[in-house]
């Protein structure tokens, strides 16, 4: 069974599957070689030291590996460190993912099923089928139902990428027909693909982190160009209406601050970055307020990126109010 | 009958209504005094001059007055102009709104009735009680159902206000639902009383402009006074409540740029904030693409508010695609 | 006697009064329950430790009350720690407020009497009966001269909003007849008046921080809202006079960014906000230097909100030098 | 006796002194050479056309003269046009400055004679010197009375830096001793010499624009050398007070985007900057409105500077008021 | 033999080839049909009208046609108009383009020979391979040895893009070796793609305008798609090449506010990003200053998009003063 | 022989020179004084520590100087420390500098002598006049070769402001006759001087920090007073070269945010700024990347001024592609 890392106390035993997140070797005072490490599963990270057996371990495992651990709790310094006495390597099949990497709430497939009948509602024929190229392209699903949206602001975890386009898709649904004269067709496709390029913006397999070319070229490019590579396919794409879709993509943060090399013009470009912005901005605050409300109080900290605190209104305060003045009410009268 | 000014051709003798958007004297080379008059109508504005009976008309009328004229139209310098024999005032009973102004395309009484309906479903009894204020202010509503939302931006025309509140509130209730732990009555109650110091923030009785009162406080301070003002007649409204609500009117701008002295802090504030912005825009471009796009082109001009062009894409091309592709599918497999 | 935080050495047996800022309870590693606590006064804070009658002691007090200690310091970990040995509640008449808390230097009563005076100058009868409403405001008064003018920037202190409203008004006394046509009673009150909410915005009889009043709305408003509450006594206070007050306080921050949601427009308010901004940063600035030049320096450290460093001439020197041009000037004729 | 532009009608006969600001030759259809003039006064500016004895006048006088001109004035697509007979070059000295270029309404001789007054006060005795050597400057003297301190914003007449100083010293005698430790001496001499380079940066002998200099390196970095080549002549001026009289002439500006190239350091920096922005705000403003606040209107037309318009309270409304309140106070009572 | 639009006069006959730009048709106040020209050449714009044989001519022609002219120039509320008698279309074949559009100066086949070579030193077989490819694409090559560079800012001609291509791998090879460890060929090829884009991002057949996808779009992410398409034809590309390849493309603007979405982040990013931006301000202002300062004057007109005005020196009189001082020297000697 | 504070370890007995950086005293908890000082070389910092024969020692030395040292290093609390039994004042005639502070890594008299050559081309003659001033000034080269160019992201180290200026020396020969029209002279001049504020804008004798005038003043303000000084030293210096010349000093930050009071105006202000703002950035990105790539990654960590991370691509992963390649061909073909 898994032991969490935040369940370790000073002296306990422990045995259990952790992620290997840093390695490296020192020498003690007393010369002799010790491998240093920096454990970690969903719940946090701890440090571990093998003083003994070092040759043998030494070369057994490495960064980024799983591996079974044996060893005991102490405490140097005021931080919790573990005297490792055996570690073996384990191979991903024999762990839980979710036991190491925060993951979304939500089940993934089924997120999945829905996004797939909602882009069957699509009757634009090319539309319909640029996207049916995309549900066929296995390697794409299994990046897309497991990529996270971002690595700290919205939708931080694992199916985040998913949730997060499920989420817009519906959003668009609710609001398309709000407005006259909004192409339908065109804004579920690009609500769909519109973040495609943060299946390889972010490397997510051992820790969140941003890849070579999610910093060099940025998800929107990337996802530009998977959008050409699978549009090449479609012979008869016409090509205005392939320019219409880029510029949805390209022009979904709003802004060249934001990142995106052209302002929406036209009218399903301007509702799918208030969409977007939107879910990206609500989801990430209640993300934030769940870890970041200190208890007792109704302020969360402070938010960097966003330059501000939120506030967490006592809504249990408001509904006793309700029933309070129902029985004031006659007094009132 | 009306006679729109933009109807109005060189020679045509005119017998219609008129508003009196400016009026002053000159004096003609042959030293004789003359009348120099602005008219407009919803349609345009024209160019007026008394050169007779000067004495007996001059007292008879005055700016912003409504005016029967009758007189003939020539060409002075490229414009037209319209030589008036005849001129007396009318009263405000006698004509017809809708001619001189822009108006809502839709029914205002129905609009406000669909806003009525919604407001009757909010349970928290402080939020309805203060609701229920407004609407037996007769001169407020009066007011709401008449001013538009915008001098310029977004739904400016008579009956805009109503129009965007309800388009708000109706965007309210479709997205409310998509994520954890809003309060709807809150969100209903701020979405109605969002805009509400527009009623004062512009003069639209005879031509849009901003009041003093307008320019020198602006909607927001307008509108929350105008809450305060109702607040105080209901004892019992919980202090924190009303902060809240005070709130999201104050923060729904979303940046200080914006003249919102706060920014959005709860998550109901922030979805307030997205979708009045959505609306606005939407309806702004929409407004602006109808007039600004020049015949045989898909780009509007340019539109210096939002510092851009928009683009309207050829919807019906893209449906001639479809069936092409339709006709082309055979070939294709 | 008060025995000053940043007085206690190591060793030192303490008997004295202090604030309790925090507290909460733990378990040592034997076992047996503690109480730890943060102590603070004017001169700093210090870790206090409960081994013992903890049961005792446990609910006799709580945070943010005020409690007489008897213990002794010992050092743990490089920092002190006062070990309690009794510990007792006391009200809030038994301490002297500015044993716990920075203070204006000036006489409080004495700048609230120099306010009035100057109060009394004003001959417009509606904005004199309008102060007079808030002289007569006992509750209002008592908040008006503890409040500080601001958690950090300028006069943070007790008694800093009345020095600050004081110096303002002094400011406006001094410069208001250097230009032609400034309505001086308007100015006046305005400069009362202008930072009005601040008597709402921050909680400050424990410790300084924003109410949630405070954040959500602001000074600015909650000002404007205090104001409305006076003049609606005023039956006969004349509109525009009343706008134009209103207009002063939302504009006194000079721009949108800085949090004012108009910005000046009338010759009182632009002379209102840079005389109120120079009194803030010249006070400020003066408040951090005094703190933040380190000893032998003439510059003092980063200030973070300006983004910049100040320099503090050594004017001895200017005047020792003019000593010595004195001497030296017969060499130079 | 002088006839201006301004009061010129239809038909008159005109003769009167001009200047002459464009001067070019054109060939009418006829085939006959004409001169086209552009002559200037105080009051504004009119065409002039020469139609006969052209190579008479075509080289005895030039672009930028005072001319004395004999003509009839008649009208030409809807403006004015000066048909002129005879033309004849005159003397800088035989016409009165005043009636060609704005001039400060206060007395330049009289306000010149309250700066030094003022300027005797400082005791310091390099500070003393260094105005002494710019006091026996006589051809900096000359420049400096008859500069205006802006060629639009504000004080941008003849003798507007003059007057714009006189009243940045005011202020600062008015509020130096409102905040403790300020140096009254390098405060007092700073604000006489801030914007000592204006003397070059504008060209204001014809016509109010920038120099080469004045574009090329600006009003702040002459004065800094104007200010360098003084202090060179006073062996003993001490270096620091050197340093900090020139970094409030740098700094005076605020902010780098105003083109300050250091932000105020100092106390006295800081409020040199403060009372100087405003003196040229209040100024500019009261300038503006003068002229741009429309008949019957109390708003100003749009500021494209300062992106806004002005409010002119009406003052003897709010006097009326008074008396009116007066008179109703016994029923108040 | 072609007349120049900027050297007709009144009452000239015109007999030339032009080019149309606008045609509609009108009323004449008798009630007679005819028709509006717009008519342009290299030099500049006539008004034309076509006031008999309309039915013959109405239908021969259309906009963005070249059009062999006779008629006869006469003037029309100060603008000269073509008052035409025969018209006819004539193919692109008999016209100079050179007449009807502005031009590099260099010659065309030159500056791509030298490109061509200098492409040639590319030692990386890669990038070699890929830049053989757009030179072996002669589509490609007609589009980018004809477009302009920008629409209005820099290298605004026909021949523009090729040219600031040449200049700026020019740059490169000058400036490459003054640092150490930049990878010359990645530069190059870089240089000679950077804004391969905008052979599709302006329309300049006829006029120069953005096309649909220019502004949806835009030359960056047109360039990369065209890169794209290239890159896949070589299937041993190594990926992170391709991957530095396209972020010097995407941050060769330098600013997410100029539009690139990402900022340089590699050595060779960051020359490229100063060498073009260098490279396109210096011709910009070249190009500027040609045609905005006026005679007699070292100052340009006002450059809106720059926000300032440029200044000539007289090189001539620094020349002159080398003489001069060479004559004086002896005396100063 | 000198050893490095890098290289000591825990017990190493040391015995070497040091630059004393920070030197107090302290009371030992058995009340004895005991002296700390912090140690530093070119390599790093230590703490050290006298606790013995501190009476002998106390007065010897002081903050600043070097010292000669004797003693051990121990381990106190996880940081090395310098337990001190012997110390000793020494000249500076007895150290080696370069022991102490960064260097540039080219040698300083090999490029002051490039840089004089260079400024032999110059061939206007009050130019050339100009640098021969700057030439024979002893004081000042001593000082303008060993100024570092910056506090933090250029060139930060002695010698910097010698390297940085002949770096952009030779990259104005470079590019001038790229573009037409360009004044080499006053390039090359600008160039020489454009920095020369630097010499006392930071002091950089014993460690690197802005001096008063620096930070009051800035090294354009110190650099145009310098410049000044030696033009007033040439009566026939063209009053036009002289402003030319300043304006390129004075813009060469290009832009009011980046401390420059003026834009560059002219081609060759515009070139300098680039040349100029491109050699800082690749000398600080490079020096950044020296010291900032942890082993093993290719991206640097977060620089905070850029805001940004770079990346270093690896350079032999290339060459070796292009060997494959080269196997590879013949299976391509």
């Known amino acids: 069974m898994k032991t969490f890392i935040n369940e370790i106390k000073e002296n306990d035993h422990v045995e259990s599957l952790f992620l290997v997140k840093e390695k490296s070797s020192g020498i003690t005072k007393t010369g002799n070689a010790y491998l240093k490490l920096k454990l970690m599963d969903r719940s946090g990270e701890i440090e571990g030291r093998i003083w003994t057996s070092v040759e043998t371990f030494a070369d057994s495992f490495g960064k980024d590996d799983f591996v079974q651990v044996l060893g005991k709790a102490s405490s140097f310094q005021e931080h919790l460190q573990l005297n490792i006495t055996h570690i073996q390597r384990v191979g991903e099949e024999e762990i839980l ?9 939500k089940d993934i497939e089924e997120m999945f099923r829905s996004l797939l009948e909602i882009s069957q509602q699509i009757k634009n024929p090319h539309l319909s089928q640029l996207l049916q190229l995309f549900w066929e ?4 699903i299994k990046l897309f139902k497991m990529a996270p949206a971002s690595k700290w602001l919205h939708h931080n975890y694992l199916g985040g990428l998913l949730e997060h386009t499920l989420s817009l898709v519906q959003l668009v649904l609710k609001n398309v027909s709000h407005y006259h004269g909004l192409n339908l067709d065109l804004l579920l496709t690009a ?5 495609l390029g943060k299946v390889d913006e972010l490397s997510y397999h051992r820790s969140f982190d941003y890849s070579d070319e999610g910093r060099l ?3 929107i490019i990337i996802g530009i160009e998977r959008l050409v590579d699978k549009i090449r396919q479609l012979p008869d794409f016409p090509k205005n209406l392939s320019t219409l879709l880029k510029h949805l993509l390209l022009s979904h943060h709003g802004q060249y601050i ?4 052209k302002r929406p013009m036209t009218l399903e470009a301007v509702m799918l970055h208030y969409l977007d912005d939107m879910d990206a901005k609500m989801n990430g605050i209640q993300q934030f307020i769940k870890k970041q409300v200190p208890e007792g109080s109704r302020w969360s900290t402070y938010h960097r ?3 501000q605190y939120f506030y967490v209104p006592a809504l249990w305060e408001q509904m006793e109010l309700s029933d309070k003045i129902e029985k004031n009410k006659p007094e009132e009268e």
């Open 191 to 195: 609500s769909i693909l519109h973040d």
């Open 305 to 307: 990126m966003f330059d």
């Open 258 to 261: 934001w990142g995106s090399p």
């Open 137 to 140: 392209d296995e390697s794409f």
């Open 97 to 105: 993912f979710s036991d190491f990497f925060p993951m979304a709430e």
């Open 217 to 219: 070229l940025g998800h």
